[in-house]
């Protein structure tokens, strides 16, 4: 039988079809499906672009749902009292990995399970909170992505003193960080950024959404003239209207609350660090374990300013902050 040139073309072609098979079977583990537990603050319009973001770019790798991994999803709906049972419902299915939008869901589980890999989308300081013993190792089983920078801090109220110089007492909204209180030189950092700007920070804890509206009076009772809200996942997106109303120009520290009409916002793009989040359950389900893995820090800052929630409360952004906005929400 004489081999023609078109079935060369065709045997070439089968060969390197199943060389593409079977390289992405062994790529996603041999055609095994990954069981993902995913365990969100809530569903809001403010984080779905986060988990939109993540899911995207794990198909960009190659995973795709319901096809080579499936997610047990659970939302503690900003309840940090919410935490424990559903930390320990997912650690029960046995899941292959478990990934976190922030370092209080991820402290939660961690206290659940040593075994299971964990992965952060973001947390607000992973080394204080004890969640990993250095960003270089974090040892144990997880790792993922954190702001550690106080850096960021100093920049949030650079902004908002510059946008209101007359600024002078400013009601700092923290939380304190899950397994481990707030530490006394974590905060020496945070006012020492106040004092180099002539702020002076008033620190009122907020444990919860239900702890807003006192947290708002105790800032009035000692006449702030602005509001910055710390890194905390305990604070919902939908506080931003509490604050609005109180007329007080305010920073906040994430995108989540870009989307909820926050008067402004510096930080990381929440967007990115889900995507960047995805890399690392790519590798750890393809073998990589969460010890070997580097805890990383953002390295893209968003400046967000809403000129409407300004109009709502009275307030005019100068041209000079509103030039370096990355996004204006008109």
């Not at 660090?273 to 968003?302: C, H, M, N, S």
Request: glycine share 6%; proline share 5%.
């Amino acid at each position: 039988m004489r081999v023609t040139e078109r079935m060369i073309r065709v045997g070439l072609l089968i060969l390197l079809l199943a060389a593409i098979s079977v390289s992405s079977q062994a790529q996603q583990g041999s055609g095994k499906v990954a069981q993902i537990g995913f365990l969100g603050a809530d569903r809001s319009p403010s984080t779905l672009p986060r988990e939109k973001a993540f899911l995207q770019e794990l198909r960009d790798l190659g995973w795709v749902e319901k096809q080579n991994f499936t997610i047990e999803r659970r939302y503690w709906e900003n309840r940090a009292e919410r935490l424990p049972a559903l930390a320990n419902e997912l650690v029960r299915l046995n899941l292959d990995m478990i990934v976190t939008t922030s370092g209080t869901a991820a402290w939660a589980v961690k206290k659940v399970t040593n075994k299971i890999p964990i992965v952060m989308i973001t947390s607000a300081d992973a080394v204080t909170q004890g969640l990993v013993a250095s960003l270089a190792r974090p040892g144990g089983n997880l790792t993922g992505l954190t702001n550690i920078s106080t850096d960021v801090i100093g920049k949030q109220l650079e902004i908002l003193k510059e946008a209101f110089p007359r600024v002078s007492r400013v009601a700092a909204l923290y939380c304190p960080a899950s397994g481990r209180s707030m530490t006394e030189t974590r905060w020496n950092e945070i006012e020492a950024a106040g004092q180099t700007l002539k702020v002076h920070l008033q620190p009122i804890e907020v444990s919860g959404p239900g702890d807003i509206d006192r947290a708002l009076r105790a800032a009035t009772a000692e006449r702030a003239d602005a509001i910055f809200v710390h890194d905390c996942s305990v604070i919902p997106a939908n506080a931003v209207e509490k604050i609005t109303k109180t007329k007080l120009p305010a920073i906040y520290p994430t995108s989540r609350f870009a989307e909820a009409g926050a008067l402004m916002v510096y930080g990381p793009s929440g967007t990115e660090l889900a995507r960047r989040a995805a890399y690392f359950v790519d590798k750890i389900l393809k073998g990589a374990k969460p010890a070997d893995l580097p805890v990383e820090q953002p390295t893209k800052f968003e400046l967000v300013i809403n000129l409407k929630t300004a109009k709502q409360i009275g307030l005019i952004i100068p041209p000079n902050v509103l030039a370096r906005a990355d996004r204006v929400i008109r």
